[in-house]
């Protein structure tokens, strides 16, 4: 009898634990193999972290991703929102604070739920090319930390997150914060990954959006 009771109650446990990863606005399970490297001999260190969502009407989610390499480059990306906060709407943010070009925030239109799910897997998809960057100095970083296949299938997500990123940057859904080097227009208009991410139109368009 004592045997089938720690069975059901280790089937309660396993079952509350695929519950738990299983919640409906959760993605770093699925397309990445790590969430943190700390490669001290090529200095470089990535951390990418989930706050999930079972209801994204009622609570927060963010994927961030954060690295550093060549001990003074810091780099944040994340697609996020925070119910009651100012940032309260599905929003892109960039924090290139290191490079001069402070932090950019651009708020995303949404119809539904599945609006935002495409745009968090277009912000994965488009999260690749941040780790393809550091593989010059860490070999095959891509395959280390992420499942590569089944992002490489997310294009189609990829470019309708550059158009939901068109149409805020039109509509001036932007915001910039400590972007005030007098050099600022070309540090983000010649910011490889940025182009890469929001796309090469995106980054004209937003600098339309620069305060003067």
Known sequence: ???????????H????????????FQ?????????????????IHIEITETPSFNISEEDYSLRIETCSEGDIHRDYAVEHHLGQKHEKPHLQFKFHSEKIGSIWINL???????????IEGFIFHSKNIFLDLESEHENLCEELMYVEKVD???????FLQTK????????????????????????????????????????????????
């Not at 720690?6 to 089937?11: E, R």
């Not at 446990?13 to 409906?24: A, G, I, L």
């Not at 969430?35 to 001999?41: A, G, P, T, Y």
């Not at 299938?153 to 470019?159: I, R, T, V």
């Open 153 to 159: 299938k997310l294009e189609a997500q990829g470019k």
């Open 109 to 119: 239109l949404f119809e539904d739920e599945a609006e935002y799910k495409e745009g």
């Open 1 to 11: 009898m004592n045997d089938l009771k720690g069975i059901s109650k280790n089937l």
């Open 165 to 212: 990123i068109t149409k805020s940057i039109v509509l001036g859904l932007t915001e910039f914060k400590n972007c005030t080097d007098q050099n600022r227009v070309q540090l983000i208009k010649n910011h490889e990954l940025l182009n890469i991410f929001i796309g090469e139109h995106n980054v004209l368009l937003l600098l339309d959006d620069l305060p003067k």
């Open 27 to 43: 993605f770093l399970y699925e397309y990445f193999k790590k969430s943190k490297i700390n490669d001290f001999e090529n200095d």
């Open 13 to 24: 446990r396993n079952m509350c634990y695929f519950e738990v990863r299983k919640m409906r």
